[in-house]
Every structure is written in C-alpha cells, then in structure tokens.
C-alpha cells in the first residue's frame, strides 16, 4: 500500500520538545534539508506501491533520508539505522517532529525499498542536487554545458577468482541445491577438495608448480564427477530453466569448462554467486584486472565554487569500449541538467567516439594538437581534474568493492555514489555561506561597536 501523507501541523507535546528548538538551526544537514523538495520525491515514489492493498509503507521521507545519509556519511544500513537513534540532526532530515528513541523501520526494510527504485529516480534525484547547487550559486548555469567524462570501474566485493577457489565454492553450492532438492550424492568431496585447494595455493607460486596443477586437475575431476552423478540422479522437470538446481548446474559447468583455458559459451564467471560480475583492465601499475562494471561519470568542467559536482553516472555491463559510452553519458547530462552539452572532454580512451552530428557537442580528446582557442587549451588541460573526483566517489561513496547483487545493483551503487558526492559537495557549500555571511555581518557591526566602545 502507498506511505500515508505525513501530519504537517504536529500538535505541541507538553513533555517533548521540537526537535527544532534542539538543533542548530545553522547546522548543514538542517540547510540542506530544507533546500529538498520532499513533496516531489513523495509523488514521484507513490507510483512503486499498490494503491489499495496491504499496510501502508513507511514515509517516503525517512527512507529516502536513511539512503541520503548513509551515502553522505558512508555508512552502512546498519550503521545508518544504528546513527538515527542517537543522532537528533538524522531525525530532523528524515522529517521527524520530535526526538525518537527508536527507529521506526528495521535495516531490511532498506533492502526491500531498495529494489522498488529504478534508474529513473536516482535521474531523478541526481537532478534535484545539479538544481540545488545552481540555485544556492555553487555552479553557474553556462558551466553545466561544460562536462569532463571519464570512465573507472565500479568493484564488487568478491573474492579474487582463482581456479580452485571457484571450483571449491561450485562444489560447495552443488551440495546444498542437492541436499534442498532431495538428491543423495555419492560423495560430497567438500574435505577433500578443500585441503587440495590449501595445498595448490601453498605450491602454485613456488617450486612445486607441477604438484599444485595436479591438486587443480584432482579438484576439477571431483567437480565433474559431482556435476554427473547429480544431473544423472534428477529429472528434467527438477533442472528446469529458473530452478535453483538448474542455475548452479549452469554455473558448476561453467567454471569446470573455464578451470583448464576453455571458453564458455556464455563467457567466464568470476564470482558463483555474482555472474554478471566482469573482469576489466585499466592499466594500472598496482593492479593489473579489476572485477566489477564498468562505470562512466560526467563532471562539470571548471572549477565551481562549491566543487566539480557529478552531472552523470551510469553503469555499463558487457564492457563497452569508452568511446561507444560517450553518446548515451551525454544524453544523460542533457536530461539531469536540462541543458544541452556544448563541450565535452575525454582522455584517448574515446578516440573513436563516432559523434558527428553537427547538432550534437564538440567532443575534445586530450593530447590534441592545432587547437588555436585558448578557452578550450584551459578547459582542456582541466580534463586530468577528473581523476581526483573518482577516487573520491569511489572512497567516499561505497563504490569500491559494494555488495548490492545484480545488475541493479550496480545501477543504485553507480548513481547513489554520485548522488552522495553532490550532497557532500552542498553540504560544503552550506557551511562556507553561512561562515562567510558571518563574517561579513561582523564585519559590518564592528565600526558600530567601535564607536559605542569609544
């Protein structure tokens, strides 16, 4: 059922105070909480719910409050959940009138709201922080057609996929769908392979290369032999498509065909229980492959006042090449901005981007040479700017190795990182305005208290 409209005028408490008359009214979390249009996110999210049917949904303002400041804080559900009770400038952000003592959702509940978003929201919502930083006078109006795009690698917190460690977790897996299913297996080899797996990594980088390929080969075998006796000791109403059983069979047979250098047909697995997880190059010294998805970020140019604020993110599965991400990144800042992109810049990864429309923007690729306009030399030699601007969203957003599972997944950790760069940025802003306005009011009253002191 849809969230209840909250009370607006809460009749005074004669044994509690506001929260109000609590806080700090100064403080960033209470500016910022005043500038977001809640009454738009509460008509945009009562569309995700059954308008007659079950118990009313907790308020759209409190669980959107809980993601915003676990985002901003860098918090998890648990952390988050855990904050709100004590912190009363939480409580005041997610719209509640007086200090309360307990949470009124559960950390689940977050999870489950979680799966009703939809990429268009977080547009939506990445949008109100591009306004809100336009109209508090962080970022000019003419920088938003301005953008630097970049992509990098959103990480999921998997194991590092090795052989063995792929083939142990399939086994493992292969034994409980057994065990859910009713199949009594011959043997489990869940012992065995588990101590030819601490042996092949014990030797595998040493002298005993040929005696760690051949616990490999010994853990390959047992998984073959689990894979037959199980598909041999069940029907095929039992390994229908979409059935537990089905689905680790699949992914058991992948990682067997993958363990000795065959190609799978759907192409390799990295993670059991993570299939869409993908194996990507970036060229880095320290680390040669990084396991995620590929993620791609637009940022305003100049150097704003208030920061360089994020005007697109998105997640790219199935490894696309840079340049073949750059038409759909700048339709996404035309639509979160609502402004056309004039000038976009990029590293050479683009170099084969194919935008030659004459309508569309002109597209600057570093390292050019013959550019004869000094404005776009400047902007240009900013497009390195970037780079700090992602390893920031990465470490502060919960983008490196996140746990949300599937492709959606990716989607919410790609642009809520995003979302909560902005916030960060505004809540930064915030502060600088109010520290600056009072020092100009000091400065102000000063000749006054001057002439009263003389």
């Keep these: 059922m849809r969230p209840k409209s909250p009370v607006r005028d809460v009749p005074n408490d004669l044994f509690r105070q506001r929260l109000t008359s609590i806080i700090d009214v100064r403080h960033p979390l209470v500016l910022l909480a005043a500038r977001i249009d809640w009454a738009a996110l509460d008509a945009r999210f009562a569309g995700r719910f059954v308008a007659e049917r079950g118990r009313p949904a907790l308020p759209v303002r409190l669980m959107v409050g809980l993601h915003l400041l676990g985002q901003i804080k860098n918090l998890s559900d648990e952390a988050v959940c855990a904050v709100w009770v004590e912190n009363p400038y939480f409580q ?37 922080t591009v306004a809100m930083a336009a109209s508090t006078g962080a970022v000019k109006p003419g920088q938003l057609e301005r953008v630097t795009i970049d992509t990098t690698v959103a990480t999921k917190a998997v194991a590092h996929p090795t052989d063995s460690h792929l083939m142990v977790r399939a086994i493992v897996h292969l034994n409980r769908a057994a065990a859910d299913a009713g199949v009594r297996v011959r043997q489990s080899y869940l012992r065995v392979c588990a101590h030819a797996r601490r042996e092949a990594a014990r030797l595998i980088h040493g002298r005993g290369h040929k005696q760690a390929m051949a616990h490999l080969r010994f853990i390959r075998i047992r998984l073959g032999r689990l894979i037959r006796d199980i598909t041999a000791k069940t029907t095929e109403k039992d390994r229908a498509p979409g059935t537990r059983l089905a689905t680790v069979l699949e992914r058991a047979s992948t990682i067997h065909a993958q363990a000795f250098g065959k190609k799978p047909e759907g192409g390799k697995l990295y993670a059991f229980h993570a299939p869409e997880v993908e194996c990507i190059g970036k060229g880095k010294a320290r680390v040669r492959y990084e396991f995620g998805v590929k993620a791609s970020f637009a940022v305003t140019n100049a150097c704003c006042r208030g920061g360089q604020f994020v005007l697109g ?18 339709a996404q800042v035309a639509r979160i901005t609502g402004k056309p992109v004039q000038r976009a810049y990029v590293d050479r990864g683009y170099r084969g981007h194919g935008i030659k429309d004459a309508d569309g923007p002109d597209v600057y690729i570093s390292h050019t040479r013959g550019i004869v306009s000094p404005t776009i030399k400047r902007e240009l030699k900013r497009r390195n700017a970037i780079e700090p601007v992602i390893g920031h969203i990465k470490a502060d957003g919960r983008l490196e190795r996140h746990a949300y599972a599937g492709t959606d997944g990716d989607t919410y950790a790609v642009m809520m990182a995003a979302i909560g760069h902005n916030l960060r940025l505004l809540l930064a802003w915030f502060k600088a305005l109010w520290r600056a306005w009072g020092l100009a009011l000091i400065a102000t009253i000063a000749p006054y208290r001057a002439r009263a002191a003389s």
């Design 92 to 128: 005041h952000f997610c719209g509640e009138t007086f200090f309360q003592h307990t949470l009124p959702a559960d950390r689940s509940s977050m999870s489950r709201w979680r799966a009703r978003i939809k990429e268009e929201d977080m547009e939506a919502m990445l949008s109100a």
């Design 313 to 330: 993110a998105q997640s790219r599965p199935g490894l696309p090449h840079d340049g073949h991400t750059l038409k759909d990144q700048i």
